[in-house]
């Protein structure tokens, strides 16, 4: 995936244990989170976690938008608590569903390679689901968007199943009342939606997930009038009418590959690729929070990163509720 110019789209190729928590976090309650959760039990946590990153994310860029996506995807179904990771041998559990079908392995793939660096280091202490909101915040950061400190102390769910996840997650045909609805199920808000749609601004999207805004809006237009006209064009040459259900296109036409604020730029000028992003623009309830971040993408940051630590805290499993899994793609036993 290479960058390009505003005239360009380019397409994208696209024997487990129950962990002891140590005396220090026994005490800790279990009743939150905390900044310095790890700072006795892996003071190397932070260090661990961004070096396998980086490598990952040196090897594919694709890990910045896999690793992100995985992250919302676990926290909108049940709470922050890596069961979407969970690997089931009757391909019953959440990624086996049809939202999570589409997820890139390079982003499980990321999470399971800090997980065994982790496990080196300190095993039995720090929880996948800490170190999925850990790799979220450092590909936003390795993309050229913010930092921000993670709060830390989940622990790992104890169930996954696919059928969990109808209706817990955003559609890309949805209007901003369905998108307002799905986030405040999560005890999120419709500023948060727009603020955490954001995140298309880096990632891909196969051609079949706007397919229809292309080629069967409605009966009055064959294709979405709030397209940019070129830009339509520029997608139908990418996904013409026969197009294979493994092609793809970048989210952001302008920079796919860096996390800015150009994402509520393109939906001003019409370059929105699904219903559910070129929707924020034209409804009047989201079209001024799309100005705004258009204009000063230091505000689009801070929103951000406020925003990511609050969903970071949706559905979070402590003490009892849950395990610390040595191996994050299966329970502990």
């Given at each position: ?228 006209q070129a830009y339509a064009q520029q997608l139908m040459e990418a996904c013409p009418r ?84 040595r191996d994050c793609t299966a329970f502990n036993h």
């Amino acid at each position: 995936m290479e960058k390009q110019s505003r005239s360009m789209l380019a397409l994208v190729a696209v024997s487990l244990v129950v962990a002891m928590l140590p005396s220090s976090q026994a005490a800790y309650g279990g009743d939150g989170l905390s900044k310095d959760y790890y700072s006795s039990s892996c003071p190397g946590l932070l260090s661990f976690v961004r070096e396998e990153v980086t490598r990952k994310k040196n090897e594919t860029v694709v890990t910045i938008p896999a690793v992100l996506r995985l992250f919302f995807h676990d926290c909108f179904v049940n709470g922050c608590d890596a069961s979407v990771l969970i690997a089931s041998p009757n391909n019953d559990a959440e990624k086996n569903s049809e939202d999570d079908d589409s997820l890139a392995g390079d982003g499980y793939d990321t999470v399971n390679r800090v997980k065994a660096r982790v496990e080196r280091e300190c095993p039995g202490v720090v929880s996948c689901s800490d170190i999925l909101a850990l790799a979220a915040r450092d590909v936003v950061s390795l993309a050229d968007g913010p930092y921000w400190t993670v709060e830390l102390g989940r622990r790992d769910g104890l169930v996954s199943k696919a059928s969990d996840v109808d209706g817990k997650l955003p559609g890309p045909d949805m209007k901003v009342k369905e998108l307002t609805a799905i986030f405040k199920n999560s005890g999120l808000s419709q500023w948060d939606m727009v603020v955490l749609s954001g995140a298309h601004t880096v990632g891909f999207a196969h051609c079949t997930r706007f397919y229809k805004r292309l080629y069967s809006f409605n009966s009055t237009h064959e294709t979405d009038p709030w397209f940019n006209q070129a830009y339509a064009q520029q997608l139908m040459e990418a996904c013409p009418r026969n197009v294979s259900a493994t092609i793809a296109v970048n989210m952001d036409p302008v920079s796919p590959i860096k996390f800015d604020n150009e994402y509520y730029t393109n939906l001003v000028n019409g370059l929105g690729l699904f219903t559910s992003d070129q929707v924020l623009y034209k409804d009047n309830a989201s079209q001024k929070i799309v100005q705004e971040f258009s204009a000063n993408q230091t505000k689009f940051f801070e929103a951000f990163t406020e925003s990511m630590i609050k969903l970071g805290r949706v559905g979070v499993k402590t003490g009892n509720s849950g395990d610390i899994r040595r191996d994050c793609t299966a329970f502990n036993h």
